[in-house]
């Protein structure tokens, strides 16, 4: 019996994991959960798996939920505190992190410490906070474990073989709800444009930063930590009916590839069943059926999330903050319709172009340069 500690529990990624769960009840029990303010769906979960401790972010909705589940015995907490409290809880064995942002950060590395094996699907915790997570996760012999589609299918594609054996890695993307569209296109188009995804069921954030490309770029920047390449060694090639979810290319010609249905229950399975294979209830690929698959470039000219993550890359140090933290702002706004799809871009480049790079920033820093960004961008979206 796996014992599980999910954050993020009634997002996409949390629900559909909680539907493996239900699909294999003998092999995993769920030990705590985290939610952001959702007390209504929280209150469900912990009804039928009956987690020994949940967190809630905000204290107000912790005490609804105190009032919800009176009846339970169940402990309540909340916000980050809480959140690092069930990162170290000795009742769990794997621990994964569904939450958006980079308040993934600091739970990642308790549950490191705290030597759990590390499910993650909390882009944002690579791409600001590599150089501090993958060195305490190799010191303390903790596995992370990718819960991305893609980061997964690079995962399987490598089965273990060692980095200096990559070639190149071939980041596959649908190319988001405006692919094929041109920059004269995107303007007056706001978040419920960029909202309709074909091939994904995902959350609202995701989905828009897939519509910019971004999305993209932040996994170009997790690829790179985890799997200890260069970001020059990473192309991104459009395949739009996300079958083939990533590839790799090795140094001997060969270029291995994993095809599936386009279904999140699968890499999260995967994460949670390694080295393991469980049976799971989506159709498999019929390739005469599909007949023939379709590789794209990206339009980059268009879609500028791409080029701007691989300046951050590029750059290293702080930059990558700046970018995920001036997106994450200016993803906020838009979805409140305050700023239209093509500020994104100019937000997140005015951010990045205001900012000094620092080599290695510390975590304190890198949380420091998260508000500075954020402040920023809202001082600019006043000016729009």
Not at 90 to 102: P, Q, T
Not at 286 to 305: A, M, N, Q, V, Y
């Amino acid at each position: 019996m796996k014992k599980l500690i999910l954050l993020g529990s009634t997002g996409s990624i949390g629900t559909q994991t909680l539907d493996v769960v239900r699909a294999y009840p003998d092999l995993f029990q769920i030990s705590a959960l985290a939610a952001g303010r959702n007390t209504a769906a929280m209150e469900a979960q912990i009804r039928e798996f009956h987690p020994g401790i949940v967190c809630m972010w905000s204290e107000e909705a912790a005490s609804d939920l105190r009032v919800r589940t009176a009846d339970l015995n169940v402990e309540i907490v909340c916000g980050m505190d809480g959140l690092l409290r069930l990162a170290s809880l000795e009742e769990g064995d794997i621990f994964l992190n569904a939450v958006v942002g980079m308040i993934g950060i600091r739970p990642t590395l308790a549950a490191i410490a705290a030597g759990k094996t590390i499910a993650l699907a909390n882009k944002e915790t690579l791409v600001t906070a590599g150089h501090l997570i993958m060195p305490a996760a190799k010191k303390a012999g903790v596995p992370i474990l990718p819960v991305d589609s893609e980061h997964s299918a690079i995962f399987q594609c490598l089965n273990g073989e060692p980095s200096r054996r990559i070639s190149r890695i071939l980041l596959t993307c649908s190319g988001g709800t405006f692919r094929g569209r041109k920059t004269a296109d995107l303007k007056g188009m706001h978040a419920a444009d960029a909202l309709k995804n074909p091939n994904w069921d995902m959350g609202a954030k995701v989905t828009i930063d897939s519509a910019s490309l971004v999305n993209k770029g932040l996994e170009v920047l997790e690829a790179k930590w985890l799997f200890d390449v260069d970001v020059d060694d990473i192309t991104v090639v459009v395949q739009p009916k996300s079958i083939v979810h990533s590839a790799v290319a090795f140094v001997d010609g060969t270029v291995m590839a994993q095809l599936a249905m386009p279904d999140m229950r699968l890499p999260i399975q995967y994460a949670l069943t390694y080295p393991d294979r469980l049976p799971l209830d989506i159709p498999p690929v019929d390739l005469f059926e599909l007949g023939k698959i379709d590789f794209l470039r990206p339009d980059t000219d268009t879609f500028r999330g791409l080029p701007l993550a691989y300046r951050a890359g590029h750059a290293g140090g702080s930059l990558p903050t700046v970018f995920n933290a001036a997106n994450e702002e200016a993803v906020s706004w838009f979805m409140k319709d305050r700023i239209e799809f093509l500020d994104l871009y100019r937000l997140i480049e005015s951010a990045m172009d205001a900012h000094t790079v620092r080599p290695d920033p510390s975590l304190e820093e890198i949380l420091e340069i998260e508000k500075q960004t954020r402040a920023f961008v809202r001082e600019q979206i006043e000016k729009i």
